[in-house]
């Protein structure tokens, strides 16, 4: 397993928080999994509402959302804009099951956003994740 740092722009005596909107529960679990064999800490919610009252509710910090982008309630772009204004720091990272990424940014995601296609690898993702938190959400699409 390669070695993924815990990014630079988190406090060293914490680890980094993702916040994995995902309507799958075994996504959602395998990942979190994943992620926290990695140095991250994850929260999750399986749909645009539940995610909109998790970011509500959440006191601590969320370094970022994981947000996949088809959900049953909503596209994820456009769920995560609205997430985006309650934690205008944290970054984000879109999943998806999608082959092709020009659809998905058709969709109202723009072409400066960092997308994962599933299946991925612990490893990916924290890499992508870490890529994204260190420099904000603003960055090249990462695949």
């Known amino acids: 397993m390669e070695s ?6 988190v406090n060293a005596d914490r680890r980094p928080v993702v916040f994995f ?9 395998v990942t979190n999994r994943l992620l926290r064999k990695r140095g991250f800490d994850v ?3 399986a749909s645009a509402a539940e995610a909109t009252e998790v970011i509500e509710s959440h006191e601590g910090p969320i370094d970022a959302l994981l947000m996949d982008i088809n959900l049953p309630d909503g596209w994820g772009a456009h769920v995560a804009q609205g997430l985006s204004a309650t934690r205008p720091d944290m970054a984000i ?9 020009d659809p998905i940014l058709s969709g ?4 400066a ?3 994962v296609r599933k299946p991925f690898t612990g490893d990916q993702l924290a890499e992508i994740l870490t890529s994204a938190i260190d420099g904000g959400s603003r960055g090249r699409p990462k695949t």
């Open 43 to 45: 929260i999750g919610a």
């Open 113 to 115: 956003e960092f997308v």
């Open 4 to 9: 993924v740092s815990v990014p630079d722009s």
């Open 21 to 29: 909107v995902d309507d799958d529960d075994a996504i959602r679990h």
């Open 93 to 101: 990272v879109y999943t998806t099951g999608f082959a092709e990424i």
């Open 108 to 111: 109202g995601l723009s072409a």
